[in-house]
């Protein structure tokens, strides 16, 4: 069976740090497209990082750059988010996706509270 677990959600102050892990099974993680997307309540969901399946290349959204850093492991089979300097705009639920041409996954999202 086919899964994405994401973790390492929860409250954290303006400023504050968290790492977000998503862990792969059922699929070949190195010939996957990876990323990390978000949705807050009334909003689109958006592309936060991403990083390619072929040279690791990594992109981020203007919102995020040089404050969130994509990483995977293949070994541990897993993809990482750290986030750092998080601002009340970066509250939303946090969803991990594995694309390539053969399939599209998504985890059940996790969710990143930013609040004093």
């Known amino acids: 069976q086919v899964q994405l677990v994401e973790s390492g959600g929860g409250l954290v102050q303006p400023g504050g740090s968290l790492r977000l892990s998503c862990a792969a099974s059922?699929?070949?993680?190195?010939?996957?497209?990876v990323g990390w997307f978000r949705q807050a309540p009334g909003k689109e969901r958006e592309g936060v990082a991403c990083s390619a399946a072929t040279d690791g290349r990594t992109y981020y959204a203007d919102s995020v750059k040089g404050r969130f850093t994509i990483s995977r492991d293949n070994a541990k089979r897993t993809v990482y988010l750290q986030m750092n300097s998080l601002e009340p705009e970066d509250t939303a639920v946090y969803y991990c996706?594995?694309?390539?041409?053969?399939?599209?996954?998504w985890g059940q999202g996790t969710q990143v509270t930013v609040s004093s």
């Open positions: 996706n594995a694309i390539n041409w053969s399939w599209n996954y």
């Open positions: 059922g699929f070949n993680l190195e010939l996957s497209n």
